[in-house]
């Protein structure tokens, strides 16, 4: 081979970006088509340094615009290779006409999103703006609560996304700053190891394949454009799943890492549960304990996986839960929160159904601090004294004038 | 090196073999789809091509079937320079790793889109292209228009005619502005070779193709492709058109060698006043109402200035 590996200490102390460049070099990409945003850039730039140092090998094409690294990592995956990128809000938004004909288009292709809040007004913090804007684009969604998650779900994203029974590409998501910026003691694979465990790519409808010529991307009307969203529809809520399972399971073994479809915590007998994603998750994780010394059972439900929806596992992790907080960190815009939304639609025909309650917060890289999350759990054990919600049902978290609350 | 098709008169040219099936929606009398198999034809070696949203994507590439017996891809409207760029972008990735099926072939990578898709909404993406340095070829089917959704002007409309959203009427000759200089544009990206070609002068057509073909990377080429349904002809005169474009000048044929050195590929015996080339055209026939006859006159005028620019260019080699 005509690059060279890297040794990498057992633990290493990265970001949340370079432990998503570093996974991205492990993969060994043939083609990243990039274009730099904050707080997403140092990801493509930590892959250019490896370019020039020689840890990589393959084409690193710095493009004019979000639009166009996607286009072009759509015509390379089409060709037929490995292909990755990154990106971020205002490039993601640039991005999204070309989600949508990766994912219908079936090519696996992994894009690195580290969140950030949508203009106007301009902000480069993080939200999870960008992530809801992709939710419906056909993409499998992982999400990232720091930069261990960060650097092993790319490997676990490449597993799933280029399978053949898959064939779709994966988002991973981090936050903005909180995980990408903020530098923690990461657990490293070696090279070979990370490399094996995605294996070789296996070309399929690959451009050059001159003997076997085919057709990409072709228009179909009434006739047959439901038939091929359903189709997609269908691997998405049947085939995906299992494969990020036992992807997940695989990597337990391989890593000694555990991760989990949807992540439950002090859950067993908790009465109180916030239902959250990204950093918040752990913040979340250190408020419930400390509740549990004052007297109050809570516990957190993490998402590890956004797209497909884990609507059973959800409902699992929810089961004899008294009241539940569906906390959405993106302006719904007129609406409840997406979270509530979906969480409202995998207890309705439960049983014992939780009382349901939205949080907004942390919008623009505004902190969700533990007194936020404490008086939250207080908030929800008195709904649960109460046998019914006493809040409205979706309030603002974290926002400065007068307490914003509505439904 | 590339493996150049030889080919002699046009009886021979009709029946060479091509990647690029007669069955198709176009319409009689286009010239997309001559102007694509006079590009193909110029080579035998192995193809990845692109098409860009429009007339050419939208009738050649409908499920379940497919035109092309070679490799294609559509993404979008404006991104398909980009999409074959990934597509080379991966090809001498996998060159280099030596993961290649075929390593052997040369392969031709070359994107189609009409002029809204390259002059207008694609410029950024076919910019980005040029400058970053692929081997690829981008092939402009001008059309002066978006066809494919009813005749909207695009900037590369030319001054005076009538287009569905810059319509002629009782106040107004249409159009207003006259259209951009795309291959002078692309010629500036200090490009290896750029070109204007046209459907008529297959020789001169297949010539620059292979010399795109050739050079080491990216080409830009903008085909005259003269539309019956918006251009209001008869579907039968489309060469007739497309010799009248050529002959009148007002798509004079030249090429600009690594963005300075121009030549004029094809001068015509007999030059056609533009006038004839308006007349020939139901886009233009406002212009023949007494009022707007200083067009007509306006017209020829700048295709004169035109050709006179061009021919000092190439006598003073910039």
């Given at each position: 081979?005509?690059f060279?590996?890297?040794?990498?200490?057992?633990?290493?102390?990265w970001d949340?970006?370079f432990?998503?460049?570093?996974?991205l070099?492990q993969?060994?990409?043939?083609?990243?088509?990039?274009?730099?945003?904050t707080?997403?850039?140092?990801?493509?730039?930590?892959?250019?340094?490896?370019?020039?140092?020689?840890?990589?090998?393959?084409?690193?094409?710095?493009?004019?615009?979000?639009?166009?690294?996607?286009?072009?990592?759509?015509?390379?995956?089409?060709a037929?290779?490995?292909?990755?990128?990154?990106?971020?809000?205002?490039?993601?938004?640039?991005?999204?006409?070309?989600?949508?004909?990766a994912?219908?288009?079936?090519?696996?292709?992994?894009l690195?999103v580290?969140?950030?809040a949508?203009?106007?007004?301009l902000?480069?913090?993080?939200?999870?703006?960008?992530?809801?804007?992709?939710?419906?684009?056909?993409?499998?969604?992982?999400?990232?609560?720091c930069?261990?998650?960060?650097?092993?779900?790319?490997f676990?994203?490449?597993k799933?996304?280029?399978?053949?029974?898959?064939?779709?590409?994966?988002?991973?998501?981090?936050?903005?700053?909180m995980?990408?910026?903020?530098?923690?003691?990461?657990?490293?694979?070696?090279?070979?190891?990370?490399?094996?465990?995605?294996?070789?790519?296996?070309?399929?409808?690959?451009?050059?394949?001159?003997?076997?010529?085919v057709?990409?991307?072709?228009?179909?009307?009434?006739d047959?454009?439901?038939?091929?969203?359903?189709?997609?529809?269908?691997?998405?809520m049947?085939?995906?799943?299992?494969?990020i399972?036992?992807?997940f399971?695989?990597?337990e073994k391989l890593?000694?890492?555990?991760?989990?479809?949807?992540?439950?915590?002090?859950?067993?007998?908790?009465?109180?549960?916030?239902?959250?994603?990204?950093t918040?998750?752990?913040?979340a994780?250190?408020?419930?304990?400390?509740?549990?010394?004052?007297?109050?059972?809570a516990?957190?439900?993490?998402?590890?996986?956004?797209?497909?929806?884990?609507?059973?596992?959800?409902?699992?992790?929810?089961k004899?839960?008294?009241a539940?907080?569906?906390?959405?960190?993106?302006?719904?815009?007129?609406?409840p929160?997406?979270?509530?939304?979906?969480i409202?639609?995998?207890?309705?025909?439960?049983?014992?159904?939780?009382?349901?309650?939205?949080?907004?917060y942390g919008?623009?890289?505004?902190?969700l601090?533990?007194?936020?999350?404490?008086?939250?759990?207080?908030e929800?054990?008195?709904?649960?004294?109460?046998?019914?919600?006493?809040?409205?049902?979706?309030?603002?978290?974290?926002?400065?004038?007068?307490?914003l609350?509505?439904? | 090196?590339?493996?150049?098709?030889?080919?002699?008169?046009?009886?021979?040219f009709?029946?060479?073999?091509?990647?690029f099936?007669?069955?198709?929606?176009?319409?009689?009398?286009?010239?997309?789809?001559?102007?694509?198999r006079?590009?193909l034809?110029?080579?035998?070696?192995?193809?990845v091509?692109?098409?860009?949203?429009?007339?050419?994507?939208?009738?050649?590439?409908?499920?379940?079937?497919t035109?092309?017996?070679?490799?294609?891809?559509?993404?979008?409207?404006?991104?398909?320079?980009?999409?074959?760029?990934g597509?080379e972008?991966m090809?001498?990735?996998?060159?280099?790793?030596?993961?290649?099926k075929?390593p052997?072939?040369?392969?031709?990578?070359?994107s189609f889109?009409?002029?809204?898709?390259?002059?207008?909404?694609?410029?950024?993406?076919?910019?980005g292209c040029?400058?970053?340095?692929?081997?690829?070829?981008?092939?402009?089917?001008?059309?002066?228009?978006?066809?494919?959704?009813?005749?909207?002007?695009?900037s590369?409309?030319?001054?005076g005619?009538?287009?569905?959203?810059?319509?002629?009427?009782?106040?107004?000759?249409?159009?207003?502005?006259?259209?951009?200089?795309?291959?002078?544009?692309?010629?500036?990206?200090?490009?290896?070779y750029?070109?204007?070609?046209a459907p008529?002068?297959?020789?001169?057509?297949?010539?620059?193709?292979?010399?795109?073909?050739?050079?080491?990377g990216?080409v830009?080429?903008?085909?005259?492709?003269?539309?019956?349904?918006?251009?209001?002809?008869?579907?039968?005169?489309t060469?007739?058109?497309?010799?009248?474009?050529?002959?009148?000048l007002?798509?004079?044929?030249y090429?600009?060698?690594?963005?300075?050195?121009?030549n004029?590929?094809?001068?015509?015996?007999?030059v056609?006043?533009v006038?004839?080339?308006?007349?020939?055209?139901?886009?233009?026939?406002?212009?023949?109402?007494?009022?707007?006859k200083?067009?007509i006159?306006?017209?020829?005028?700048?295709?004169?200035?035109?050709?006179?620019?061009?021919?000092?260019?190439?006598?003073?080699?910039?």
């Open positions: 081979m005509a060279d590996k890297m040794e990498l200490r057992d633990i290493e102390v949340g970006n432990a998503a460049a570093q996974a070099r993969c060994q990409i043939d083609v990243v088509a990039a274009y730099p945003i707080p997403s850039t140092p990801i493509v730039e930590g892959y250019a340094k490896f370019l020039a140092d020689g840890y990589v090998e393959g084409e690193f094409v710095m493009v004019e615009s979000e639009h166009a690294a996607m286009s072009g990592c759509i015509g390379a995956a089409a037929g290779g490995r292909v990755a990128t990154a990106t971020s809000s205002q490039g993601f938004a640039l991005m999204v006409e070309t989600l949508y004909q994912s219908g288009m079936r090519l696996p292709i992994v690195n580290v969140n950030r949508l203009a106007a007004p902000n480069v913090n993080g939200d999870h703006s960008d992530m809801y804007l992709g939710r419906d684009s056909g993409w499998i969604q992982l999400d990232a609560y930069p261990q998650d960060a650097y092993d779900l790319n676990i994203a490449f799933v996304s280029e399978d053949h029974d898959v064939r779709l590409p994966c988002m991973v998501h981090q936050d903005g700053f995980t990408s910026h903020t530098a923690q003691g990461v657990h490293t694979l070696a090279d070979d190891v990370a490399y094996s465990f995605i294996g070789d790519f296996k070309p399929m409808n690959d451009m050059l394949d001159f003997e076997h010529p057709t990409h991307g072709v228009q179909t009307e009434e047959w454009h439901f038939e091929h969203k359903a189709r997609q529809h269908n691997d998405l049947t085939k995906v799943m299992p494969k399972q036992a992807a399971d695989e990597f890593s000694g890492r555990k991760y989990n479809i949807v992540e439950s915590y002090n859950m067993d007998d908790a009465d109180v549960c916030v239902v959250c994603m990204g918040s998750v752990e913040t994780r250190e408020v419930a304990q400390e509740m549990r010394e004052k007297g109050i059972k516990g957190v439900v993490g998402l590890r996986v956004i797209r497909p929806f884990p609507f059973f596992e959800i409902a699992e992790a929810l004899g839960v008294k539940v907080a569906a906390l959405d960190r993106s302006s719904p815009n007129g609406a929160g997406m979270l509530f939304n979906e409202a639609g995998c207890l309705y025909n439960t049983q014992e159904r939780a009382l349901l309650s939205g949080y907004v919008l623009g890289g505004r902190d601090t533990k007194a936020h999350l404490v008086s939250l759990y207080k929800l054990q008195a709904n649960v004294d109460a046998g019914k919600v006493l809040t409205p049902l979706q309030q603002f978290i974290g926002v400065r004038g007068p307490k609350a509505f439904l | 090196m590339s493996e150049m098709k030889k080919i002699k008169n046009l009886k021979e009709s029946t060479s073999a091509d990647r099936e007669g069955a198709n929606l176009l319409c009689p009398g286009c010239a997309h789809s001559i102007i694509v006079e590009v034809n110029a080579t035998n070696d192995d193809l091509l692109s098409a860009s949203t429009g007339c050419l994507e939208v009738c050649t590439a409908v499920y379940p079937y035109s092309w017996d070679a490799s294609w891809i559509h993404i979008g409207f404006e991104n398909g320079s980009t999409a074959v760029a597509a972008a090809y001498k990735a996998l060159k280099t790793k030596g993961r290649l075929q052997d072939r040369n392969p031709k990578f070359v889109a009409g002029d809204g898709a390259s002059y207008d909404i694609g410029f950024q993406w076919i910019s040029m400058e970053r340095g692929h081997n690829i070829m981008h092939v402009v089917l001008d059309n002066e228009v978006y066809a494919n959704t009813g005749g909207q002007r695009s590369s409309t030319p001054i005619s009538s287009s569905t959203t810059a319509p002629a009427g009782r106040v107004s000759y249409g159009e207003k502005k006259n259209k951009k200089d795309m291959v002078a544009i692309m010629a500036s990206h200090n490009i290896p750029a070109a204007q070609v008529n002068k297959w020789k001169d057509m297949v010539k620059k193709i292979q010399h795109g073909f050739a050079v080491d990216p830009f080429i903008n085909a005259v492709s003269p539309c019956t349904t918006e251009w209001k002809f008869d579907p039968k005169d060469m007739h058109l497309t010799d009248l474009s050529t002959d009148s007002v798509f004079p044929l090429e600009i060698i690594d963005g300075h050195e121009l004029i590929t094809y001068r015509p015996k007999d056609v006043p006038e004839e080339y308006l007349a020939a055209q139901g886009r233009f026939k406002h212009l023949f109402k007494d009022e707007y200083y067009l006159k306006e017209w020829q005028e700048r295709v004169d200035a035109q050709w006179a620019h061009l021919n000092r260019r190439e006598e003073a080699r910039v």
